[in-house]
């Protein structure tokens, strides 16, 4: 998420049958859902302003959105949008130790049985 923006309402309305999270910063936003035919249409006005991902984790413990459809739809929008721990880079193999030539020497050589 790469916006700063605040929002004072945040809610869940459905449409066609899918439920998602939405952000406004006026009440009156539920009459324009309506209107382009989603149905309920919960949105409330926040304590303060919040970003998006502030707001969907306030909600998420609210009496208004207890009901499975609502919190599937704010479960589906933290999964997405939340911050992903960053991997921790693993070590790689250690190298080999380098190899050491040996060197024969004819010295070395005179008592092979070869």
Known sequence: MATD??????????????????????????????????????????????????????????PEFEGVAAQAAIADYLEDHAPKAKAVATPTATKAPAKTKVKATTVDMEDSPI
């Open 5 to 62: 923006k605040l929002f004072t309402v945040a809610g869940v309305s459905t449409l066609d049958g899918v439920t998602k999270v939405r952000f406004a910063n006026d009440t009156m936003r539920v009459k324009v859902l309506q209107k382009h035919g989603h149905t309920d249409p919960i949105l409330i006005e926040l304590e303060t302003a919040m970003t998006k991902l502030d707001a969907v984790k306030f909600i998420q413990g609210l």
